[in-house]
Every structure is written in C-alpha cells, then in structure tokens.
C-alpha cells in the first residue's frame, strides 16, 4: 500500500501543488487544454478534414487519462465528483465517444473553456498567480462566461431548430441568429416563428442583457481589496475599510489579491 499512497501523494502534488515541478506540469495541462478547445471551437468548421477523427480520438484518449489520474489522486469517487471540471469532461468523453449517436451535441465540449476559467489552477499557472484574485480575473470570467453561453447557445440553436428558417442552415448562421437575439438587434433575417422557437428566443434575449450588464459591471466597477470576513464571508471590501461592509465585522483574515496590489502601489507612492 505505501507505494500506492506514495504516487498518490506525488500525482496529488503535481495536480494542485505550488512547486515548481508543480506549476511546470500544470503550466503544460494548461496549454493542452488550451489547444484542446481550439480545436473543439473549430472543429464546427473543419470535420470533413480526414486527420479530423484521429485527432479527436487522441484528444478523447487525452480527457480520460486526465479524468483517472484525477480520480486517482483523489481517492475517492464522491471526492471526485465535488468538482465541475470531473461533469464537464464527462460530458466531453461521451461526445467523443460516441461522436454518431451525439454529434449534434459536440457543442458542450465548449464547457471544458469555463471550467479551464474558473479553474484555480489557471490562474495559479497565469504568470505565477499575478493575476489571482484581481480585477483582471473577475473581468476575464465574465467574458469567457458570455463567450461560452454565445457558443452554447448556438449549439442548441442548431440542434433544436435546424431548417426552421431557410438561412438557417449550419453552425454560422445559428451563431449569426444568436448574437442579433442577444443584442436585441433582430434584423430578422434569421427567426424561428414556433412557440417553442419564440420562448427561446425570449430566453436568448433575458440572456444577453444579464450578461452584457455583468460584464460592464466588472469592467467599471472600483478597485476593491479581497478580504474574507469571518463573521459573514463576504471577500470584497472597499481598499481602505477596515471593517466588513455587510456586517461591521473587524476585517481581520490575510489580505489577497487587490490588496496586495493595491498596498504595493501605496508603498510606491
């Protein structure tokens, strides 16, 4: 059993350590999945290539021997179901796997972009952490999320009301019909007139105006210092407070990101 917990430990290490073997490794899962979703993002537009299954076949084979070592390194199935990223490659190995039966599906492999995102990992990786818990951060989430429901959206545009509309008729124009629903633009060059067809586009447009507002929110939003109350939880506070907006709790937990630039640019001026 100790070699067994020996390269759990090391593989557990390598996954969520803060070392240099650690981040090197993770530096390189990290540009793997990068190429990974670019090749998910294009692969909309360039599946009559003939390397196209050979390709996605190496990627599936890539996904479930990253989904093992990580079952691996956590031990346990429940442990290992707790995170978004184990759902989402999921959802990615059955598309690959099964790329007949669910082709019109292959659209959620976009997911693995919000779980890379919001994934610690990522920013740890992103030039050393500098931009962890930052204002850089909150605002690449937000887009990355808007990006990935766009790309979503599309996906169950195409595969839910394919033909509906004579110029609807690939993965283009349901991007195309997306975005116009989105903005609220509506040339109308593109609708889909079924109740069902309608309703969706009412969602697509409730959609589009939440997520343009939280994206201008994180953009002009102040400087903040990220601090955990202990009393409450609440991690944003204005730069100079010293006590928690929300509950009057002394702020008292270890400053983190914001902060530190912030106090860093105090010390400068």
């Known amino acids: 059993m100790r070699p067994r917990r020996r390269l759990r430990s090391r593989i557990r290490a390598y996954y969520f350590g803060h070392t240099q073997s650690a981040l090197r490794f993770q530096g390189v899962l990290l540009v793997l999945d990068l190429l990974i979703i670019g090749f998910f993002i294009g692969s909309q537009f360039i599946r009559e290539q003939p390397w196209f299954w050979s390709v996605d076949a190496a990627i599936g084979v890539f996904v479930a021997i990253d989904l093992l070592a990580r079952l691996f390194a956590f031990g346990t199935v429940r442990r290992w179901l707790k995170y978004p990223t184990t759902w989402v490659d999921l959802v990615v190995l059955v598309t690959l796997v099964f790329p007949a039966l669910l082709s019109n599906w292959g659209f959620l492999r976009i997911l693995r972009l919000w779980t890379l995102v919001n994934s610690e990992r990522f920013w740890n990786v992103l030039a050393r952490g500098k931009w962890d818990d930052t204002y850089v951060e909150d605002l690449t989430r937000a887009i990355v999320t808007m990006a990935v429901f766009v790309f979503i959206a599309a996906g169950l545009t195409q595969a839910l009301f394919l033909g509906d509309h004579p110029k609807l008729n690939n993965f283009l124009d349901a991007i195309y019909y997306v975005v116009t629903s989105l903005t609220t633009t509506g040339y109308g060059d593109i609708t889909i007139d079924s109740a069902s067809g309608r309703l969706f586009s009412i969602g697509l447009m409730?959609?589009?105006?939440?997520?343009?507002?939280?994206?201008?929110?994180?953009?002009?939003?102040?400087?903040?210092?990220?601090?955990?109350?202990?009393?409450?939880?609440?991690?944003?506070?204005?730069?100079?407070?010293?006590?928690?907006?929300?509950?009057?709790?002394?702020?008292?937990?270890?400053?983190?990101?914001?902060?530190?630039?912030?106090?860093?640019?105090?010390?400068?001026?």
């Open 206 to 269: 409730i959609a589009g105006i939440s997520l343009f507002f939280g994206i201008a929110q994180k953009a002009f939003a102040p400087q903040q210092k990220i601090q955990r109350c202990v009393k409450c939880a609440l991690d944003r506070h204005g730069l100079n407070a010293n006590y928690c907006c929300n509950c009057g709790t002394e702020l008292t937990s270890p400053l983190r990101g914001r902060a530190r630039i912030a106090r860093g640019r105090g010390k400068g001026g």
